[in-house]
């Protein structure tokens, strides 16, 4: 993978962020999820924090328009443009002016000014200053055919929708009533949920902090305060501080499912990053085990208990065996198992891209094992919470099923499958969550 080198460019341009942002689509394009082809362009860059921040926003919007791109390009360019940082720079473009109508309001540049830096960028790298007159015509065409060239694309379902044909028609047999809408909610943008600590802070407390400071929110779950216009994380109030933390309302949901007690002993398999971690010691002084198979990712869990003044046993181990376990059953078990991740896409839009249409069953087979390995860790009469973030019944609600019949665990009263949804009430992404309790 080539390294992003841009001496031409000023960091505060959009040039800059262009090319960065193209760089991202090749590496996913080469299969790196997002988040990971961003941290190594930025170690590679180490750009200041406006252009990383404009790097990031490029590139999110280049995979949430993708398939839109690819058929515009078709249409626009005589051959498929190489090399693929071409390709990239395009799409990452097309991402900022092909909005459809009811996209247009939240497009950040004006259009012209985007082919200008477009045509800068390519004009500043080697690999693509030979093509900076082809990335101008194909630009400035489609700015005067606009129209037409949407509506002959937006015709074609994967330029409509922006996903895999395969992952619609999954969609549509999956979900018959709400696919479109499953979909749609999956290109737009997050908003930045946070959990109010309850052991330092109440929601009423902290909506009117924020208020104070000009930072409208407002509550949409137990302890889900919802920011009227997401910010940095280092401007949230009181996040240094272990006031609140960043997590989905969907995902606040898993601790009070628990029925946690003082005193008992509790397993959080999969455990990192560690917002569920966090949320289970908040609501009481349990015996938390931690547990990944991931020692860096165990990391992240470490920093973020430290920053919440909490403790847990952090522990290096693959769920799907026992050999990290000491034989000392669990009161409660929180199994947040290995999936597609489909229900989470307007956080990942890239995942789209990445995944196949086989990654459900193999992924679910594996999930399967995890869930019977640490079933025989749960004392007779403790509770186990099954929890994934994806949309795929193979995942979910078949593989729910299946556990309790293996298991003849009781199934107690739980969400089900959540769908991804935005509105005044409820803003939260696609889980889905099961809960059993073993016999006595």
Same mark, same amino acid.
């Given at each position: 993978?080539?390294?992003?080198?841009?001496?031409?460019?000023?960091?505060?341009?959009?040039?800059?962020?262009?090319?960065?942002?193209?760089?991202?689509?090749?590496?996913?394009?080469?299969?790196?999820?997002?988040?990971?082809?961003?941290?190594?362009?930025?170690?590679?860059?180490?750009?200041?924090?406006?252009?990383?921040?404009?790097?990031?926003?490029?590139a999110y919007r280049s995979m949430r328009t993708l398939g839109r791109a690819d058929a515009l390009l078709a249409r626009l360019a005589n051959k498929p443009p190489s090399p693929p940082l071409l390709h990239g720079l395009l799409c990452s473009a097309l991402g900022l002016i092909s909005a459809a109508d009811d996209e247009a309001?939240?497009?950040?540049?004006?259009?012209?000014?985007?082919?200008?830096?477009?045509?800068?960028?390519?004009? @500043?790298?080697? +690999?693509? =200053?030979?093509?900076?007159?082809?990335?101008?015509?194909? !630009?400035?065409?489609?700015? %005067?055919?606009? $129209?037409?060239?949407?509506?002959?694309?937006?015709?074609?379902?994967?330029?409509?929708?922006?996903?895999?044909?395969?992952?619609?028609?999954a969609m549509k047999a999956s979900y018959p009533q709400q696919?479109?809408?499953?979909?749609?909610?999956?290109?737009?943008?997050?908003?930045?949920t946070l959990r109010v600590?309850?052991?330092?802070?109440?929601?009423?407390?902290?909506?009117?902090?924020?208020?104070?400071?000009?930072?409208?929110?407002?509550?949409?779950?137990?302890?889900?305060?919802?920011?009227?216009?997401?910010?940095?994380?280092?401007?949230?109030?009181?996040?240094?501080?272990?006031?609140? @933390?960043?997590? +989905?309302? =969907?995902?606040?949901?898993?601790?009070?499912?628990?029925? !946690?007690?003082?005193?008992? %002993?509790?397993? $959080?398999?999969c455990a990192a990053p560690g917002g569920k971690t966090g949320h289970i010691l908040e609501c009481a002084d349990v015996a938390l085990t931690a547990l990944d198979n991931d020692a860096q990712r165990l990391l992240r869990i470490k920093d973020n208990l430290l920053r919440l003044g909490l403790?847990?046993?952090?522990?290096?181990?693959?769920?799907?065996?026992?050999?990290?376990?000491?034989?000392?059953?669990?009161?409660?078990?929180l199994a947040d198992v290995p999936c597609t991740a489909s229900g989470i896409m307007r956080r990942h839009p890239d995942i789209r891209w990445l995944r196949r249409k086989g990654d459900a069953m193999q992924l679910a087979a594996m999930s399967g094992r995890i869930l019977d390995n640490l079933w025989q860790m749960l004392r007779p009469g403790g509770k186990f919470l099954f929890v994934t973030c994806s949309l795929w019944p193979q995942e979910s609600e078949m593989q729910a099923a299946a556990f309790a019949s293996r298991t003849r665990a009781l199934r107690l009263p739980a969400p089900g499958q959540l769908l991804p949804t935005s509105g005044a009430e409820q803003d939260h992404d696609g889980l889905f969550y099961a809960l059993f309790q073993k016999a006595a």
């Open positions: 993978m080539s390294k992003p080198s841009l001496p031409q460019l000023k960091p505060d341009s959009l040039a800059y962020a262009l090319v960065g942002a193209a760089h991202a689509v090749v590496r996913v394009r080469a299969g790196t999820a997002l988040p990971q082809a961003l941290a190594g362009i930025f170690a590679d860059l180490d750009p200041p924090a406006p252009a990383r921040g404009a790097i990031q926003d490029i309001a939240d497009m950040p540049y004006e259009a012209f000014t985007v082919v200008n830096q477009a045509v800068h960028a390519a004009a @500043s790298g080697p +690999d693509t =200053a030979h093509a900076k007159g082809m990335v101008n015509a194909v !630009l400035r065409r489609f700015l %005067r055919e606009r $129209d037409s060239l949407l509506a002959q694309v937006l015709n074609k379902t994967e330029a409509r929708w922006n996903y895999p044909e395969w992952w619609i028609s696919w479109q809408a499953i979909l749609d909610a999956g290109n737009s943008a997050p908003p930045l600590n309850r052991r330092r802070a109440d929601v009423a407390g902290y909506l009117h902090t924020l208020a104070g400071a000009g930072m409208p929110g407002n509550q949409i779950g137990p302890d889900a305060v919802r920011l009227a216009q997401p910010v940095p994380v280092s401007r949230i109030l009181g996040f240094a501080d272990g006031l609140v @933390s960043v997590q +989905d309302a =969907a995902a606040q949901l898993a601790a009070p499912l628990l029925d !946690l007690h003082d005193g008992m %002993r509790v397993l $959080d398999a403790q847990a046993d952090l522990r290096t181990g693959d769920a799907a065996d026992a050999e990290w376990w000491d034989k000392q059953p669990f009161d409660r078990i």
